[in-house]
């Protein structure tokens, strides 16, 4: 391998970064009630908010890097760290939640620590908790990268972690 | 659409010109719809079409609300009434062509039979009977042998080839035995026994005699006012909506209205907020308008919060110009220059939905300058939540889009006083404004016609939990509790009977089934220790634990509360702790004691509604479940046998 390109590649990236940042920042410029709206934007690019890329706003925007801090800590929707690959939302609202989202829940973690242990998961599957994620017609619902599996019980998780598509 | 400003004249055509295509379809695409497959549907569906080389009209739209029919389908043509067809995927939309469109051809277990029930055949001849058996057991068996006679003695009277049989997938009635409902007539029968097969086709089918000692009569308890387009026009088209009436009711406060006389309908129609508290929706107008300042703001909370309800949800998805248009009126009856939605931001379809309906105004001017060529101008933005539940509390969702911490402030002042920027604010919620453009389409006094003296016009529910059939409801106030459960969602629906139905999600309280027959009034669930709230409505039945239930709820809030205050954050942490240990089967009487107590206290010492109301859920079940909590404190082998509370992972 070499460091050297991998190294480029990186400075590459952070300045593009960098540049976004400004851009984004510049797009809402003359907006009002925009800091929230921002921070949406760039989490929805990088995946998260990376501390330098805060540090860039802070400059971009003039608020203090305090108070944008402040922010993204008390949004839980902000991230400060990067997500896994695969990203599963286990619906915890209330009729999932009667419906059993717990032992899915427990039954999902279950397998993806089989699949690691036997060594098959490649991926990195990040297990979040959401409140109703407004289809409780279909309780109880979990959604994997964006693609939401409804009327589950515990015993579909394997299938739900192969990916199979369909309810 | 041209790029030429709207007229007040040029709004009216789209009216008068509205004709509906001869065969369509229209698939719900809400969130819900295309979680379960609505998509696919969608995309098989119009490569159906193309391949038949059938002229029909296929329109994606909102959800009418059956979710747990999902994905939804509605099919008009064939001289029928419109057909509601659930449970669909890509091969039965397939078949729709090749079947019903080509030679009337019903798939089984699809359709879902209207509540809107006729009395009489008025001498048409039947086309259709959908048949299934409502009781308990099995009765999908029972339903097959029901569709087998009836197709026989129809053969016998050489009517087979004329008259198809179906199996529905619902009859909109429920332990009552066999049921059948013709078509198109909708005249429909109950309690059909062998016995009365032969007069069904003797008497009904072929001489059109209606049965009168079957006949169900008509009438669907529901009223469609804030949901009046969602699933029924296209809601990523403005002009589908221009059709249906749209923008008639902002031309009329514009053209014919000043803002007084606007707030004055608002105050003769009665409509109070529906957001939570219920607050008179005319009198937050005109306390913004009397305000004095350069500068007033409306605000459209499509934050909705509670852990189990998705109302407005379905309203910006299915109807999103109706909230709008409700936005506009605001802004002119207050004197606002600008709106602002706030949105959470895991409805993305909601999002995109509004944001393309703002966009769309702009175009057709009637976001703007001079909108209406009336002098009033009012643009609209869409700003995002960031999943925190607290936002939707006024003080805290203001703190928010200026992009601070979602922290509430003492109120007063209000935000009509003192709201965004300092500038006076009006906060309106999703449903609010859609019935709001509702009311100035027809009138104050129109809407103030359903309902009770207290609580006018209808309200929409989220129905889910342990229910037959979870949906989205909408039912003029003052219908009971009972008829919104059993006559509409079915009833129990999963082999237990219903213990409790809980309102108002973490501010509200649960109501046992014995007080079901309270009429839903903002009063009324007031007095029972619930709340109206935005409008969710859990079914819990004998499984359920209330105690399970109360801890849900308060971990909820304890989860979301913002921490600025002792009482709440402090009250909170401590009375879930105790609620854990007697669920855990580790508590003493006296912690019951010393829940009541916190209770109090958090009710007292809060700062915000949060805060205030995050106790109700754990009093009503004190009230009503007492006996749950002590036989947990006392035996507590009860909460390991039916497996709840176990801590799972
Ligand atoms: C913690 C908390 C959460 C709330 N969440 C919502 C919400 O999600 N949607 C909403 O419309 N109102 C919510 N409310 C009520 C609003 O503060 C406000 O009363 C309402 O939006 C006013 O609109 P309305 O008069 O049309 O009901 C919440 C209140 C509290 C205290
Ligand atoms: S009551 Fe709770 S949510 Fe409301 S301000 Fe106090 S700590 Fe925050
Ligand atoms: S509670 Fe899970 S989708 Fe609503």
Redesign the interface.
């Known amino acids: 391998m070499n460091a050297d390109g991998e190294l480029e590649k990186l400075v590459e990236w952070v300045e593009g970064v960098r540049k976004r940042v400004h851009e984004i920042a510049g797009e809402w410029q003359d ?7 921002i ?2 934007a760039i989490q929805d690019e990088i995946g998260y908010i990376p501390r330098g890329v805060a540090n860039e706003l802070a400059k971009a925007t003039g ?1 203090s890097l305090a ?1 944008i801090y ?2 993204i800590t ?5 991230r400060l760290t990067p997500p896994g690959n695969h990203e599963i939302h286990v619906c ?4 999932c ?3 059993g989202a ?2 899915i ?2 039954k999902l ?2 397998q993806i620590d089989l699949m690691k242990a036997a060594g098959g998961a490649k991926d990195d599957f990040q297990v979040d908790c ?10 109880p ?1 979990v959604v994997m990268d964006g693609k ?1 599996y ?1 009327r589950l019980n515990p015993e579909d998780s394997p299938e739900i972690l192969k990916q199979k598509p ?2 | 659409m041209d790029k030429q400003p709207l007229t007040a004249r040029e709004l009216d055509t789209f009216v008068q010109e509205a004709s509906v295509a001869e065969r369509w379809i229209r698939v719900g695409m809400d969130t819900g719809g295309i979680a379960a497959g609505a998509q696919e549907v969608y995309d098989a569906l119009i490569e159906a079409r193309d391949s038949s080389g059938l002229d029909i009209d296929i329109q994606q739209t909102g959800s009418i609300g059956l979710s747990y029919a999902d994905p939804v389908v509605l099919v008009g043509g064939n001289d029928l009434p419109t057909l509601v067809l659930g449970d669909m995927d890509a091969d039965s939309a397939r078949e729709l062509f090749a079947g019903y469109f080509r030679d009337g051809r019903l798939l089984d277990d699809r359709v879902i039979a209207t509540k809107d029930r006729g009395t009489d055949f008025d001498g048409t001849q039947q086309q259709v009977i959908l048949v299934k058996d409502t009781g308990d057991g099995d009765s999908h068996h029972r339903t097959t042998i029901f569709q087998n006679l009836i197709r026989e003695d129809l053969e016998a009277r050489g009517l087979d080839q004329k008259i198809a049989v179906v199996r529905a997938l619902d009859m909109g009635l429920y332990h009552r035995g066999v049921c059948v409902q013709m078509l198109p007539s909708r005249v429909t029968y109950a309690s059909v026994t062998g016995a009365d097969i032969r007069r069904l086709v003797d008497e009904s089918l072929r001489n059109g005699i209606v049965l009168d000692d079957l006949l169900v009569p008509g009438g669907d308890p529901q009223e469609r006012i804030s949901m009046r387009n969602c699933g029924s026009i296209d809601p990523s088209e403005l002009e589908s909506y221009l059709r249906a009436g749209g923008y008639q009711g902002l031309k009329r406060a514009l053209v014919d209205m000043n803002p007084e006389q606007v707030i004055e309908e608002l105050k003769t129609s009665g409509l109070r907020g529906r957001g939570g508290a219920g607050y008179p929706t005319w009198l937050k107008w005109k306390n913004t308008r009397g305000q004095e300042s350069d500068r007033r703001i409306v605000i459209c909370n499509a934050d909705e919060g509670d852990p189990g309800a998705f109302m407005d949800r379905s309203i910006l998805e299915g109807d999103p110009h109706s909230v709008l248009e409700g936005m506009l009126i605001a802004a002119y009856a207050i004197g606002a220059d600008t709106g602002f939605f706030y949105i959470r931001v895991e409805y993305p379809l909601a999002v995109k939905r509004v944001q393309k309906a703002i966009k769309q105004c702009r175009e057709a001017g009637l976001l703007g300058e001079n909108i209406l060529g009336t002098g009033f101008s009012f643009d609209a933005k869409v700003r995002f939540g960031a999943g925190a539940f607290v936002c939707g509390e006024e003080t805290a969702l203001i703190a928010s889009i200026e992009g601070r911490r979602g922290s509430p402030e003492p109120r007063p002042p209000y935000p009509s006083i003192k709201g965004l920027w300092g500038k006076p604010t009006s906060i309106n919620n999703v449903e609010t404004l859609a019935t709001v453009s509702a009311i100035l389409e027809k009138d104050g006094n129109w809407y103030a016609g359903f309902g009770t003296e207290e609580s006018r016009g209808t309200k929409v529910f989220a129905v889910t939990g342990k229910v037959r059939n979870p949906q989205l409801v909408e039912v003029p106030m003052g219908t009971p509790i009972r008829t919104i459960i059993e006559d509409i969602c079915g009833g129990a629906g999963h082999g237990s009977p219903i213990k409790a139905v809980q309102t108002g999600g973490p501010s509200g309280g649960v109501i046992p089934v014995d007080k079901m027959d309270t009429p839903v009034t903002y009063e009324a669930l007031l007095e029972l220790g619930s709340i109206m709230g935005s409008g969710g409505m859990l079914v819990m039945d004998e499984s359920d634990s209330m105690v399970d239930v109360a801890k849900f709820y308060l971990g909820f809030c304890v989860e979301e509360s913002c921490g600025k205050c002792a009482p709440c954050r402090v009250g909170g942490f401590q009375m879930l702790s105790l609620l854990k240990k007697i669920h855990a089967g580790d508590g003493v009487v006296s912690d019951l004691d010393t829940l009541r107590d916190i209770c109090v206290c958090m009710q007292t010492a809060s700062l915000c509604g949060l805060g205030q109301t995050a106790p109700n859920p754990v009093l009503s079940t004190l009230k009503y479940f007492e006996h749950e909590y002590l036989d947990l404190v006392t035996t507590p082998e009860t909460v390991t046998s039916n497996g709840k509370g176990r801590k799972h992972g």
């Open positions: 907006e009002e009630g925009s800091l929230i709206m921070l949406h608020i108070r402040e922010v008390f949004y839980t929707y902000f915890m609202g209330t009729a939640y009667l419906r717990e032992s829940q427990a973690l279950q959401v409140r109703c994620i407004g289809c409780c017609g279909l309780s619902a939401t409804g369909g309810v």
